[in-house]
């Protein structure tokens, strides 16, 4: 669909948005990944690889913005995917684990914003020069667990391929997310929209 106009969320972003202006400035909705990666790091790949990621889904460049009490999208064209590196070879070697896990639970609980973002983080902890420990925190309106699992392994892709100095092998995306939310809202309305609620009902009460 065209990027231009008014942009809608889809359901369960909305929904979402919808909790955020209840309880704003939570951490409910982070969703966090640790990748260990071993060996000697190309850092530049990395950021690289990272920086691919956040170009190639919209989604991750998305921001919520409210107007008049309703949601609506902005996407941003360039979102820096800058990495924080927090260096702990410093500490003894039996310390060092134990502050990496410290320091990232303490930075997956930080909060999101939804109308400023941007809603992802980076956080790379080096245990030593062969170690490091990569937290990937995102916001759920921009993610779940699936789509978490698609990122870990795009980046697998592209730091192999950054590493040997070629260019990304992915292939580009036919559609994004928002192409998926407009057709859901298409699709599910009239007698569909009636039967899902009807069905809802049925296994699990009157809707809220």
């Not at 909705?29 to 990272?50: H, K």
């Not at 684990?97 to 400023?116: D, G, I, N, V, W």
């Not at 980046?155 to 990304?168: M, N, Q, T």
């Amino acid at each position: 669909i065209p990027r231009d106009g008014e942009l809608s969320l889809s359901f369960t972003q909305q929904r979402l948005w919808f909790l955020d202006q209840l309880v704003p400035d939570s951490n409910y909705y982070n969703i966090n990944s640790a990748v260990r990666l071993q060996g000697q790091l190309n850092f530049s790949a990395l950021e690289s690889s990272l920086q691919e990621i956040v170009n190639r889904h919209e989604v991750l460049r998305t921001l919520f913005i409210s107007s008049s009490g309703k949601p609506h999208l902005l996407i941003k064209e360039n979102v820096p995917a800058n990495i924080e590196l927090i260096d702990l070879t410093d500490l003894n070697a039996d310390m060092r684990e134990t502050e990496a896990a410290r320091l990232a639970t303490r930075s997956a609980l930080l909060p999101f914003f939804l109308s400023t973002g941007p809603l992802f983080r980076f956080k790379l902890y080096r245990l030593n020069t062969q170690e490091h420990l990569l937290l990937l925190t995102i916001h759920h309106i921009v993610a779940d667990g699936w789509s978490m699992g698609v990122f870990v392994k795009e980046l697998s892709v592209l730091y192999d391929a950054f590493c040997k100095e070629l260019a990304s092998p992915l292939p580009e995306l036919p559609i994004q997310y928002l192409d998926y939310a407009n057709w859901q809202r298409e699709w599910l309305q009239g007698r569909i929209l009636e039967e899902s609620v009807e069905w809802r009902t049925a296994n699990y009460g009157t809707p809220i």
